[in-house]
Each structure stands twice: as structure tokens, then as C-alpha cells.
């Protein structure tokens, strides 16, 4: 069976590797080159389930925890290469009250979190010379490198027999009937059994000649690379009341944060600020790039990973947060 995936983002990536794997015969179209520059390559990379919301979306919650928990296998059938590393996270509130019902909140939902005295938090966070009188410590969070991680699928998949064409952006599905049968590209048709759309928030302008509705919203957001004038070692994520960070294993800082109307500019200056006022250690701290990117956020709320009801062969695999749940959002 012949399947074409569309986009090679992570949700295009890690569908290719798990369709290569059982045995079908793969396609990737991506439109960029491999380098890419897409909202996979501008994300923060937290696995977690701390920003689920335990209370009101009970189904939601336990699928986050499954997903989650699956990355332990995907990471044990990719080996050493996986670039997924258990940091854990830490995370506190202004109001100690506030931190203290965050706990026992998602706690009640059976996931690993403890409150943690003030010298453990020294411990998890020795540049964090402010310590919260109410912290938590999430042990089981994971900080995945996307980029690296979507490159990393495409070339298991690849090695798995799946062909994988950049450059070749799908300009339209091609029907015959209520049957997708394949898509034009710039660089010719190609033909298959099922075309999967995998583009984030592009699905839309692939569906809508069809008389479909777009069924993924752009929720933007930005990310803020940034270098330290001396050097910090911060071991786990850190999610405090003004900003959230992780570093990567080079070194550097990635935070990631909503626009709230704000420029780029402004954006990287509000970080600079909080980052110093949590770390004074970092002897000052340097904006290398902030990317506002739109997360492909379903209009139903869940993910997008099935057939599309009124065409045959036409499959959409769509969702956010997409690194956390893609591997585990099977169809
Ligand atoms: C600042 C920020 C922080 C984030 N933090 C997290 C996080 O911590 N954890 C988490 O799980 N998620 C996070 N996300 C969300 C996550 O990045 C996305 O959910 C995920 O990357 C979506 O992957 P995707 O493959 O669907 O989309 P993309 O990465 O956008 O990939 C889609 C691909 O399709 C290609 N394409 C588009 N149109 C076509 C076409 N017509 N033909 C061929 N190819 C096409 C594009 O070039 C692109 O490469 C964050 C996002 C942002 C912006």
C-alpha cells in the first residue's frame, strides 16, 4: 500500500518512521528544504502534562499522560540517537497557595509531582538564588531537541525503504469521485492509496478546494534563543511566574512565551529581564533569535489523526502540542 505523507514536520516525521516500520510504502512531500524552518524547529521541546488541565478535560488529561509516558518506548526503539533527555521540571507560582493546589490538583490525577522543600530546590536549581517558599518538582519531564528529532525520524524511515522529497510542495490533492488518488506538486503528480496531510497549519489550504473546512486554527507563539555571558548549569525545565526555560545541551537557553501583543523586539527584551532577575549569575544574557511561530491547535480540541469522513484515501494527522502527543496518536 502506497502512502503519501504531507509535511515533514515532527507529526509528518514520526508518521512516516511508524508507517515505514510496519511494512508500507512511504512517500514524505515536504515543501522545505531539510534545514527546516517550520513550527516544529521553533519549539521548546517540554514533555509534560503540567499544562494539561486535570480538572476539566479528564479524557484529554489521561491521553496526555499515555503520550507521555510513550515516549519511554519510542526512546528505547530509537536508541542512543533519540535526543530526549529526562531533566525533569521545576515549577512555582507568585501565589504559594496557588502552587500548593497545582500540586495536589494533578497529583488527584495520578501524575508524578511532589512539593519540595527549600533545599532541594537549591539543589534542582543552584543559579536560583530567590527560592519560592512553594515549589514543585515534576521528575518524569523530558526535553526532546525538535528539530533534531523530526531529522532523526526521516532518516530511520528512510532506512526503512520510505522515500523522503523536499522541495515539493503539494499544490493540490487530485480526486476522482469521493477518492483522493494523489497531489500535484511543482515536480509532477505522484499517485498513492492514502494521502495523510501532516502539514500543520496548512491542511486547510489543501482541503478547502474540496469544499472541506480548515479544521486547524494557527495559535502563535514565540520562542526566544538566548546565550549567557557567564556560563549557567540549569538541569531541569524551569517554569516560574514570568518566564519558562530549559537548556539546551550546547548551552544556550530556549523560552518560550505568548505574544500578548508584543513585538519580537519587546518579546526578547521582557525575557532578557525575567531570565537575569531568576539567574543573577548569568552576568547578563544575549537575545540570539526569538521566532513567532503558529502551533497547529484543532478546532474540535482533540488531535486531528483519522480518515476525513467524505473522501476516501484522505487522512489528516494534525495537533498540538504536537511533540508530546504525535508519537503516542496513532489512528
Ligand atoms: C514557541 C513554541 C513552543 C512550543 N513548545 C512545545 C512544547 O514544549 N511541546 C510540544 O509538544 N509542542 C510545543 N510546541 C508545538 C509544536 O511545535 C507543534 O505542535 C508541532 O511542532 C507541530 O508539528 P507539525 O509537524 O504538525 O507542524 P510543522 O512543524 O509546521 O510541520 C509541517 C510541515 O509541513 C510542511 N508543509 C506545509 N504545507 C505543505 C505543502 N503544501 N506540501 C508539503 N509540505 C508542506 C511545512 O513546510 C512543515 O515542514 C511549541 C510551538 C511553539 C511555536
Redesign the pocket.
Known amino acids: 500500500m502506497k502512502v503519501i505523507v504531507?509535511?515533514?514536520?515532527?507529526?509528518?516525521s514520526v508518521l512516516a518512521y511508524r508507517l515505514a516500520r510496519v511494512g508500507l510504502d512511504v512517500q514524505v512531500?515536504?515543501?522545505?528544504v531539510p534545514e527546516?524552518d517550520?513550527?516544529?524547529a521553533?519549539?521548546?521541546?517540554?514533555?509534560n502534562v503540567f499544562n494539561a488541565n486535570a480538572l476539566d478535560d479528564v479524557a484529554g488529561y489521561r491521553f496526555r499522560q499515555d503520550a507521555v509516558r510513550d515516549h519511554a518506548r519510542l526512546a528505547a526503539e530509537l536508541g542512543a540517537a533519540w535526543p530526549i533527555r529526562k531533566t525533569g521540571a521545576v515549577v512555582w507560582q507568585d501565589d504559594p497557595a496557588q502552587t500548593q493546589t497545582f500540586v495536589e490538583q494533578h497529583q488527584a490525577a495520578g501524575t508524578r509531582i511532589e512539593r519540595i522543600a527549600e533545599a532541594d530546590f537549591t539543589r534542582l536549581l543552584p543559579s536560583v538564588p530567590a527560592v519560592p517558599s512553594e515549589a514543585a518538582f515534576l521528575p518524569d519531564d523530558m526535553a526532546l531537541e525538535?528539530g533534531e528529532a523530526a531529522r532523526l525520524l526521516c532518516s530511520r524511515a528512510e532506512g526503512l525503504g520510505a522515500q523522503i522529497t523536499y522541495g515539493?510542495?503539494?499544490q493540490k490533492l487530485v480526486v476522482s469521485g469521493d477518492r483522493v488518488s494523489g497531489v500535484e506538486t511543482a515536480n509532477g503528480h505522484y499517485s498513492a492509496d492514502a494521502v495523510v496531510l501532516?502539514?500543520?497549519?496548512?491542511c486547510g489550504?489543501?482541503l478547502r478546494p474540496l469544499g472541506l473546512e480548515d479544521p486547524v486554527d494557527g495559535s502563535p507563539?514565540?520562542?526566544v534563543r538566548l546565550r549567557s555571558n557567564h556560563p549557567l548549569n540549569i538541569g531541569p525545565i524551569v517554569c516560574a511566574p514570568r518566564v519558562e526555560v530549559r537548556q539546551r545541551p550546547d548551552g544556550t537557553l530556549m523560552s518560550?512565551a505568548s505574544l500578548k501583543g508584543r513585538s519580537d523586539a519587546r518579546i526578547g527584551r521582557d525575557t532578557v529581564r525575567a531570565l537575569e532577575d531568576l539567574f543573577p549569575a548569568s552576568g547578563g544574557l544575549e537575545v540570539l533569535e526569538t521566532r513567532i511561530?503558529n502551533?497547529?491547535v484543532s478546532r474540535s480540541g482533540e488531535p486531528l489523526k483519522g480518515p476525513v469522513a467524505s473522501f476516501r484515501g484522505l487522512w489528516l494527522f494534525?495537533?498540538?502540542?504536537?511533540?508530546?502527543l504525535a508519537p503516542y496518536a496513532r489512528a
Open positions: 504531507v509535511g515533514a514536520g515532527f507529526c509528518g512531500l515536504e515543501a522545505g527546516l517550520n513550527v516544529t521553533h519549539s521548546m521541546g517540554w514533555i525538535p515539493a510542495g503539494v501532516a502539514c500543520g497549519t496548512a489550504s489543501l507563539a514565540a520562542l518560550a511561530a502551533r497547529p494534525a495537533m498540538h502540542p504536537g511533540l508530546i
